[in-house]
């Protein structure tokens, strides 16, 4: 044992501890580095997903809109809507929620009262007859619509700061 040198072993034994920490910071650099990865591409999908999700409800209001005002069935809508609803439900805010049950009920009301306004059709002519009560629904129509003009307003302002908030993050995290 007297070519053993205490000095020696001290270096050894340092540079075995400073090697160890290397690895040990190196690792938890590594692993900080791959969460964040992982969070900012999380962000990303989830912004994609909600900027497509928002696409969907507000092409399917327009849809609904020009369903009623072209007299068309409204049974092919019917799916289509609840699932981007049921979406919105789990991805959008409640802010947004809260702006689409508004709409749908404007939707509701405004499409119910157009169509009851438009000519009753005669069977075999391609003709139509407008009475006083048609009037009366034409007249509640328009009225509503600018209710429906300023929720639809409401919600893109909605799904634009949400947007937004969520660009914002993404690239303070990067």
Same mark, same amino acid.
Not at 132 to 160: C, F, N, S, W
């Given at each position: 044992?007297?070519?053993?040198?205490?000095? /020696?072993?001290?270096? =050894?034994?340092?540079?075995? %501890?400073?090697?160890?920490?290397? $690895?040990? =910071?190196?690792? !938890?650099?590594?692993?900080? #580095?791959?969460?964040? !990865?992982?969070?900012?591409?999380? $962000?990303?999908?989830?912004? !994609?997903?909600?900027?497509?999700?928002?696409? /969907?409800?507000? $092409?399917?209001?327009?849809?609904?809109?020009?369903?009623?005002? #072209?007299?068309?069935?409204? /049974?092919?809508?019917?799916?289509?809507?609840?699932?981007?609803?049921?979406?919105?439900?789990?991805?959008?805010?409640?802010?947004?929620?809260?702006?689409?049950?508004?709409?749908?009920?404007? %939707?509701? $009301?405004?499409? /119910?009262?157009?169509?009851?306004?438009? *000519?009753?059709?005669?069977?075999? =002519?391609?003709?139509?007859?407008?009475?006083?009560?048609?009037? !009366?629904? #034409?007249?509640?129509?328009?009225?509503?619509? *600018?209710?429906?003009?300023?929720?639809?307003?409401?919600?893109?302002?909605?799904?634009?700061?949400?947007?937004?908030?969520?660009?914002?993050?993404?690239?303070?995290? =990067?």
């Amino acid at each position: 044992m007297g070519n053993f040198d205490l000095s /020696s072993l001290i270096t =050894v034994f340092t540079s075995g %501890i400073f090697g160890l920490i290397v $690895a040990i =910071v190196t690792w !938890k650099l590594a692993n900080k #580095r791959e969460k964040r !990865k992982f969070n900012l591409e999380f $962000a990303r999908t989830e912004l !994609k997903d909600k900027e497509e999700l928002y696409i /969907s409800i507000l $092409a399917s209001i327009d849809k609904t809109v020009k369903y009623t005002t #072209r007299e068309k069935d409204y /049974s092919e809508l019917i799916n289509e809507n609840a699932l981007m609803l049921a979406k919105a439900k789990l991805l959008a805010t409640k802010e947004i929620n809260i702006q689409l049950e508004k709409i749908y009920d404007i %939707i509701e $009301a405004w499409s /119910s009262n157009y169509r009851q306004s438009l *000519p009753k059709r005669i069977e075999g =002519v391609n003709m139509g007859i407008i009475s006083t009560e048609d009037v !009366k629904y #034409r007249k509640k129509a328009e009225e509503i619509i *600018p209710h429906l003009q300023k929720a639809m307003g409401e919600l893109v302002g909605e799904i634009k700061s949400e947007l937004n908030k969520l660009r914002d993050e993404i690239k303070n995290n =990067v």
